[in-house]
Each structure stands twice: as C-alpha cells, then as structure tokens.
T-cell receptor
C-alpha cells in the first residue's frame, strides 16, 4: 500500500482565495483525521470521520473551514476564503483499529 | 477529556548517551498510548504503542516505553542515542480505537557528536 496520500505537498495562495487540500486514506481504514501543525499551537485535530461520517468537528477554527468525505477513499479540507493565519502544515491520517498512519502533509502558505 | 503533557520541548543528548523523553497523560478511561516520531518535512511515524497487556513496550529503532498507571506516565527511552535519532517526538493518547488522538506538545531531540 502506498500509505496515506495527500495533495498537493505545497500550496502557496493569496489571501482571499479558496484552497482545497486532498487526502486518500489507506484502503480498508475506517477512520480519517485532519490535523493542523504550527509552531505556536503544535498538532491540533480539526475534524475526524468514522465510516465517512463526521464525528467531531469541534476543532475546525471557523466557518471558513469545511471538510467532506464523500466515500471511503477520498476526503477534502477546504478553506474559503483563506487568510495568512491559516498558514500551517495540514496532515491527514487514517486508522484501522488503534494505529494512525499519517500522510506527508500539505504545507500551506497564504500570502 | 484527555490530555498529554510532554516535559521539555527540547532535549539535547550526546551520541551514545541515554535518551529519556517524558510523557504524562490524563484520561477518564484506560488509555491507549502512542509515541510518534517526526523527521523534518515528514509526516508522523509510529514508534510504539500500548493498548493492553505487557506494560513495557518495545518499538522500532531501539526505543521502548513503559506504561505506569500509578504515575499516569508513558516515558520513552533508548539506551544509546544515534545521530539519526535527531527528530521531534510526540506522545499521544486515545480512549478507544477509531477515536481521536490527542497529542502532546512534542519534544525536539538534538544529538551531539
């Protein structure tokens, strides 16, 4: 298995633009997590899904952020409109049972 | 609610010396505990985990950790540091399979020659 695949690896966008981050979890994994990592706040859970259903989105910063999981093999995290404070590395992880496998992350820079 | 505290955001060790990274957790139910390692510009990789059973858990790259319920701790050790151990290490807790992982703030390890 290729592991958790995230795209793009790097994204630079202007303030106010829409940004869409993508994640393909490992086949057979039934939970998917979106995390954000910054120097100031460390690793923060944004939202997670079990069997494609959002379970806890309390970590989503505000209405500008939205996440979907239309099927077991794909998820998106969208920021609209983006702001400079959204600059961070965004990680997707999938789990089967207890162990979480992380993607390589998307480094987002909003200028 | 669950939480994780890692004592020391930075640790410096000499090559060949003991590596000790501290992790304390709080959880309302018996926890599942994890240590992850993150190399620069990489995602997180699992080093080891405790779910049930033996409280001394061995992981990859010579690391091990011991679950101590009475101390609510899950400290990570390695007897002899290598230069390749320089990375950031994260302790994490969850209360059930498929539940959210809560991470500590991370400890960055520097290995001196």
């Amino acid at each position: 298995d290729a592991g958790v695949i995230q795209s793009p690896r790097h994204e630079v966008t202007e303030m106010g633009q829409e940004v869409t981050l993508r994640c393909k979890p490992i086949s057979g994994h039934n939970s998917l997590f979106w995390y954000r990592q910054t120097m100031m706040r460390g690793l923060e859970l944004l939202i997670y899904f079990n069997n494609n259903v959002p379970i806890d989105d309390s970590g989503m910063p505000e209405d500008r952020f939205s996440a979907k999981m239309p099927n077991a093999s794909f998820s998106t995290l969208k920021i609209q409109p983006s702001e400079p404070r959204d600059s961070a590395v965004y990680f997707c992880a999938s789990t089967y049972n207890t162990e979480a496998f992380f993607g390589q992350g998307t480094r987002l820079t909003v200028v | 609610a669950q939480s994780v505290t890692q004592l020391g955001s930075h640790v410096s060790v000499s090559e060949g010396a003991l590596v000790l990274l501290r992790c304390n957790y709080s959880s309302s139910v018996p926890p599942y505990l994890f240590w992850y390692v993150q190399y620069p510009n990489q995602g997180l990789q699992l080093l080891l985990k405790y779910t049930t059973g033996a409280t001394l858990v061995k992981g990859i790259n010579g690391f091990e950790a011991e679950f101590k319920k009475s101390e609510t701790s899950f400290h990570l050790t390695k007897p002899s540091a290598h230069m390749s151990d320089a990375a950031e290490y994260f302790c994490a807790v969850t209360k059930a399979a498929g539940n959210k992982l809560t991470f500590g703030g991370g400890t960055r390890v520097l290995v001196k020659p």
